[in-house]
């Protein structure tokens, strides 16, 4: 019997239980996105890159003042995004772009709006579309993010002119024409930069060899039947062209900055299309608009 006096020893301390995760190499941090800025102006050029390299995942490998310059430091540096500008002395852009997304993904950032060069863009393979003056720093880098993980990116004008492609628009003045200033076309500077990256397809003749999307055999135009019959719903003009930016998927706040009106008033006129369509939704507007709906073929009740 023991002493009383002998402390009593308590329940048996047991060793924690082993980590399992010891030995387990610790996850590399993840390397920042390598991007190539390219545009012929040094002052955006400097600008741009002061503003990306400010974020800890992104840094700019190199700059560019020409399309040339441009497919140089991909070859070289093998980044993660271009940022490339439309009109640039030399190899433009537009002729650059097929031989740079076959290094990178490509988001064209440039003050061009013109739907057709948009439209030309997308065709030759750009993820993504921003004009200069219709986005924020922080949208520029969340674009820039997107990109890298195949998510495309437009700004309003450039979803605006996809719209117009995909409706097969045949509005004067509203894509399918040609490029301005003889942009994409075949120049001395070009001939020496394909022959430098040895492609048998000259930027010249590729968007020829690009198919049409805004056409189909199926008798549709553009997404939407050929013979949808706008004119019942007696919309304006700018009733139409807020409906077709509806259609598009933009918000109230990106009508607002396309149409250079208020967003109240973009609500205004949201209200009267509302009831013109007799829609209760933007959904449900658009899918009459677009001639999609199960009553498109008859009135608008």
């Known amino acids: 019997m023991p002493d009383e006096t002998t402390p009593y ?52 490998v190199a700059e560019a003042a020409d399309g040339r310059e441009a497919w140089e430091a991909a070859q070289l540096h093998h980044p993660d995004v271009v940022l490339l500008d439309v009109r640039m002395p030399g190899v433009d852009g537009i002729s650059a772009l097929p031989y740079l997304v076959q290094i990178a993904p490509v988001v064209m950032l440039t003050y061009s709006r013109e739907s057709e060069i948009v439209q030309e863009a997308l065709r030759r393979g750009a993820g993504g579309y921003l004009v200069h003056g219709e986005f924020t720093a922080d949208e520029l880098v969340s674009a820039v993010r997107n990109i890298k993980e195949g998510r495309a990116h437009f700004t309003p004008t450039a979803a605006g002119a996809l719209l ?9 003045g509203v894509g399918g024409g040609p490029l301005p200033e003889g942009l994409g076309g075949a120049t001395a500077h070009e001939a020496d930069f394909s022959k430098s990256v040895h492609s048998g397809v ?44 509806i259609a598009s998927g933009m918000t109230n706040q990106q009508i607002a900055a396309t149409c250079f009106i208020s967003e109240k008033t973009v609500k205004n006129h949201i209200n009267r299309i509302f009831a013109k369509l007799h829609s209760t939704s933007r959904a449900e507007a658009a899918a009459k608009w677009l001639g999609t709906a199960p009553d498109s073929g008859r009135g608008v009740g």
């Open 202 to 245: 000259s930027a010249e003749n590729l968007s020829q060899l690009q198919p049409d999307v805004g056409q189909s055999s199926s008798g549709w135009t553009g997404g939407r039947p050929a013979a949808v019959d706008r004119s019942r719903f007696q919309l304006s003009a700018r009733e139409a062209e807020i409906m077709d930016l």
């Open 164 to 172: 117009a492609q995909l409706r097969g628009d045949q509005r004067p």
């Open 9 to 60: 020893p308590g329940p048996r301390q047991q060793s924690p239980p082993p980590n399992p995760f010891e030995g387990f190499p610790r996850p590399a941090p993840s390397a920042p996105l390598r991007v190539v800025v390219a545009d012929d102006n040094p002052v955006v050029r400097a600008g741009l890159t002061a503003l990306l390299s400010g974020r800890a995942d992104i840094t700019v």
